[in-house]
C-alpha cells in the first residue's frame, strides 16, 4: 500500500521533469503557474495559458482524446484559468469563463446530462463566475 501513496507525488516529479524549457519560447511563457493533482494524474498550467497533464487517463479524464495513461507531460487545451480534478474526471474553466469537462461520467459527474464518458473536453456551460482563492460560500 505504501508504494500507492507515492505514486502521485512521482506524477507529479515527472510531469515538472518533462515540461523542459523550448528555448524558442520566450521564458515567462514556459513557466508553470498552477499545478493541479488528481488522484493518479497532475496539471500544469502555464503562463501563456496552455493546460499541460500527466498520469493515469483510463476514463479519458486528461481529455487528449484517448485512455492511455501518459507518462510525459502533454499539451490538451489553451487559454485555461482554473482546474478541478478529480479521481476520474476533470473540470476546466477556461479564459472566456466556459466550463469543460471530460472523464469518466458514469453517473452524470460531467453535468451534460448523459451518462457517456468522454475523452475530450465537452463545453458544458457559459459565462461560469468564479470565486477569488480562498473564499468559500456557506
Known sequence: MKNFKILPVLLLLL????CKKDKSQHKDLNT?????AGNL???FLKADGTLWATGANNFGQ????????VTKAKKIMDN???VSAGAEHTLIVKNDKTLWTTGNNTFDQLGDGTT???KTPQQ?????GLLPQGLTIH
Open 80 to 82: 485555461v484559468e482554473m
Open 32 to 36: 508553470v503557474v498552477k499545478i493541479f
Open 124 to 128: 458544458i456551460m457559459a459565462d461560469v
Open 15 to 18: 510531469g515538472f521533469m518533462s
Open 41 to 43: 494524474n497532475s496539471f
Open 116 to 118: 457517456i464518458t468522454a
Open 62 to 69: 486528461l481529455g487528449d482524446g484517448t485512455t492511455t495513461n
